[in-house]
């Protein structure tokens, strides 16, 4: 069963950073599509940010410019760097995998999801 496991969550005072990472024990990391997403309190999950197989990336206007999605194939690692955090920022924040090739933010088009990180900004 493929697992993954989000870390780097925490607390940070708005304009701060944090980076996000994404592990997982699958074998043809290569061959899925990545994306990070969030969940407010209250609010409906939304995309974030996204990577293709072949490296493209599409982000959420929210965060265009703020956020840098990557991943490391040799180290199985999907990363996400925030910075300039804002309280809206505020959530929990899941890595989801699924086989295929164009970055999307759709989560319909996810079936390997973690089981989340907290982001908290306050002001």
């Known amino acids: 069963q493929v697992e993954l496991v989000e870390s780097g969550g925490g607390s940070v005072q708005a304009g701060g950073s944090l980076r996000l990472s994404c592990t997982t024990s699958m074998y043809n990391y290569e061959y899925y599509r990545w994306a990070w997403f969030r969940q407010a309190p209250g609010k409906e999950r939304e995309g974030v940010a996204a990577?293709?197989?072949?490296?493209?990336?599409t982000y959420a206007d929210s965060v265009k410019g703020r956020f840098t999605i990557s991943k490391d194939n040799a180290k199985n690692t999907l990363y996400l760097q925030m910075n300039n955090l804002k309280p809206e920022d505020t959530a929990m924040y899941y890595c989801?995998?699924?086989?295929?090739?164009?970055?999307?933010?759709?989560?319909?088009?996810?079936?390997?999801w973690g089981q989340g990180t907290q982001v908290t900004v306050f002001s």
């Open positions: 990577i293709g197989t072949d490296g493209r990336t």
């Open positions: 989801a995998a699924e086989l295929g090739a164009g970055a999307t933010l759709s989560s319909d088009d996810f079936g390997i």
